[in-house]
């Protein structure tokens, strides 16, 4: 169980790879990139996943702080619909407006959560 857990961080780490480093390449742009897109669905269903697992271990190393994920569920749903709505809006053809710097600087806001709460 150890193993998936820490194999689900990995995931989950990748996952924030693909979106931010997605976003700070294409930064100038206004495309939503399939990284990002699909790293933004990553991100909940890893996370989900991580919390799943901590949850059936519940021992010293594996605790789930329910207010931290309560905060970071709310902002990878940001991230999540501002990159499908992106994404979408792309493929139509459409402006995308700031929906890539939502989905990008959002996915930043929760590294920082992540990291220091
Ligand atoms: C864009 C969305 C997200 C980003 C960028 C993100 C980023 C990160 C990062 C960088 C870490 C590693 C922090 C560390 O090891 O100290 C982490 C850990 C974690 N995240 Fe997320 N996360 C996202 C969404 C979520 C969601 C939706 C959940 C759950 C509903 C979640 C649950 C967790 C858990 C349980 C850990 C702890 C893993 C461990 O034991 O170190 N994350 N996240």
Redesign the pocket.
Known sequence: MDLV?NIL?AL??L??AA??GGWIAVRAGRTVIAPILWG?RA??V???A??GV?EALKDEE?H?NNAK?AV??V??LV?LAAAEVGAARGRKGRDTGSLLDVAGG??VV??LV??IW
């Open positions: 857990y961080v989950h780490l996952g924030m979106v931010v933004a991100q909940l890893t996370g989900l991580l919390v901590a594996h789930v994920i970071k569920l902002i990878a991230v959002a996915a929760n590294v992540a990291a």
